[in-house]
């Protein structure tokens, strides 16, 4: 059974740093898998955050983000981190990991889109006050 659990979410305050975890056990696969962080804020439609291979070697993110967070995974298992810095108001959200069943994809695009993840977390929430 494959599980996907987050962590490190909290009360935060305007221009804090924040580190999420995300774990993905269960997945049977040889080598790690693409692993992704999304977040839903209020009344918002959940959105892309950040994306990883299952190497590590290559990462992406989203343009509202970029330049703010990082995203890291611990070599030869499906472990992610998100680095949030400099965190605002805006950042408000719960953040939803999320893993794939291969560990690249095809297009660039394919990282931002939720339906080629197969597996998601509970989601942890963030809350950044001012």
């Known amino acids: 059974q494959v599980q996907v659990v987050e962590s490190g979410g909290g009360l935060m305050q305007d221009g804090d740093s924040l580190r999420l975890s995300c774990e993905a056990s269960?997945?049977?696969?040889?080598?790690?898998?693409?692993m992704a962080w999304f977040r839903q804020a209020p009344d918002q439609e959940r959105e892309f955050v950040a994306a990883?291979?299952?190497?590590?070697?290559?990462?992406f993110y989203s343009d509202s983000v970029s330049g703010r967070i990082t995203v890291s995974r611990v070599r030869a298992k499906n472990m992610v981190q998100l680095d949030l810095r400099s965190l605002v108001p805006d950042d408000t959200a719960v953040y939803y990991c999320?893993?794939?069943?291969?560990?690249?994809?095809?297009?660039?695009?394919?990282?931002?889109?939720?339906?080629?993840?197969?597996?998601w977390g509970q989601g942890t929430q963030v809350t950044v006050s001012s």
């Open positions: 990883i291979t299952g190497s590590g070697g290559r990462t």
């Open positions: 269960g997945i049977t696969i040889f080598g790690g898998v693409a």
């Open positions: 999320a893993a794939a069943v291969a560990a690249s994809f095809g297009e660039t695009s394919m990282y931002s889109a939720e339906q080629y993840y197969a597996y």
